[in-house]
């Protein structure tokens, strides 16, 4: 009676073990020899620094300036006045280009009336 023994493995670090998917072991040609070939399929895992994903993240503006009441009104008629001006201005051929002119004139306006958000660093 032949006995079959396990006796190739593959070591990992504890940190890394949720990351192997799955393994087997092959029996190879029959030419004497102990071992068998052992396959690992591990998934790659890529670590982003926060760094870099705040980076492309879209810029966030001071919205705590809202909540003064005489920004909030500066920022309620540069709004108005801007978008009376734009109404003028209709291009009914394009509707893309008329959403990119909105979307710019909000961005512009909250960025000269509230300012930029920044983190505190600690």
Known sequence: MRRLNQIDH???DTKWHSSILDVQSFRGADCD???YF???EVR???KVHKKAARK???????LRKL??????????IKISNRFTAFENL???K????????IQENIKTLAEESLGLYELKQH
């Open 44 to 46: 790659e895992r890529l």
């Open 94 to 101: 394009d509707i893309n280009r008329g959403w990119e002119n």
């Open 67 to 76: 909540n003064e009441l005489e920004v909030r009104k500066q920022y309620q």
């Open 10 to 12: 593959i070591s990992i």
């Open 56 to 62: 492309l993240d879209v810029e966030t503006f001071n």
């Open 38 to 40: 052992v396959v690992a």
């Open 90 to 92: 209709r291009d009914s």
């Open 33 to 35: 020899t102990d071992p």
